[in-house]
């Protein structure tokens, strides 16, 4: 039963592993189905060589257990929230990849400070505020995707497919299980460019607008250009 997105999360879970973006067990990629209403994700704390296809466990939209004999992962209520909120997205996945972790940890959002970022993301990676000590008593991981979804307001979730959890850990997204990849691999590529240039300027300033712009949406949107049609 759902074989098939089965079959994608455990290679979208088996690439993170691969683009050294997880250890341990520090990390969870999901995919959605619409048609069925359903989610695959990673089964909570097994570590990835031990993951398999069969052991991925699909939900449906409100938690419960559809397919599979383990437990879904504990951020699943997370994932689950991004998804009910944000229609465009097929699939999500949440690292603590080292440099994107730092900014979080720090409290700090990713500035945008050149071109190399503003090709993925338009303008900084967010950071959103921590759930409050009661959202974490009541809900936890339900209220970490919640806070995501409220920063989002009003905002498409697409021009920015990231986000950075307060004390926490990034989440990104994507219309597809590969843009979901690729933006998490991006993410802590441009975290990692981010801390250098800090290092190497302390005082450096943002990219300019005209140019941010230019490079997103050269790539992104009706009037995109970059690449074969």
């Not at 999360?9 to 209403?37: H, I, K, P, Q």
């Not at 069969?54 to 992962?73: C, H, K, M, N, W």
């Not at 967010?126 to 989002?152: K, M, Q, T, W």
């Not at 498409?156 to 691999?185: I, K, M, Q, Y």
Request: glycine share 6%; with cysteine.
């Amino acid at each position: 039963m759902h074989q098939v997105l089965k079959e994608t999360v455990y290679e979208m879970n088996r690439a993170l592993v691969e683009e050294g973006l997880v250890l341990e067990t520090w990390g969870n990629a999901s995919a959605a189905d619409r048609s069925e209403n359903v989610v695959a994700i990673k089964p909570s704390g097994v570590q990835y060589d031990d993951l398999t296809a069969d052991s991925i466990v699909v939900v449906d939209f409100e938690g419960r257990v559809v397919s599979g004999e383990l437990s879904p992962s504990v951020d699943t209520p997370a994932h689950l929230a991004l998804y009910r909120a944000f229609h465009g997205i097929n699939a999500v996945i949440h690292t603590h990849s080292h440099h994107a972790t730092a900014f979080a940890q720090a409290r700090r959002p990713i500035p945008c400070f050149g071109t190399t970022h503003a090709d993925y993301f338009h303008g900084e990676i967010p950071l959103v505020a921590a759930p409050s000590h009661e959202e974490v008593v009541e809900n936890y991981e339900h209220h970490i995707g919640d806070r995501i979804v409220r920063h989002f307001s009003g905002k498409d979730p697409l021009v920015c497919p990231a986000a950075l959890t307060a004390g926490h850990a990034p989440f990104v997204w994507g219309r597809s299980p590969a843009e979901a990849l690729e933006n998490a691999v991006v993410l802590e590529e441009v975290a990692r460019m981010a801390l250098h240039t800090l290092a190497v300027n302390p005082a450096a300033a943002p990219l300019e607008d005209y140019l941010l712009n230019k490079h997103f949406f050269r790539k992104h949107g009706k009037d995109a250009y970059y690449g074969q049609r």
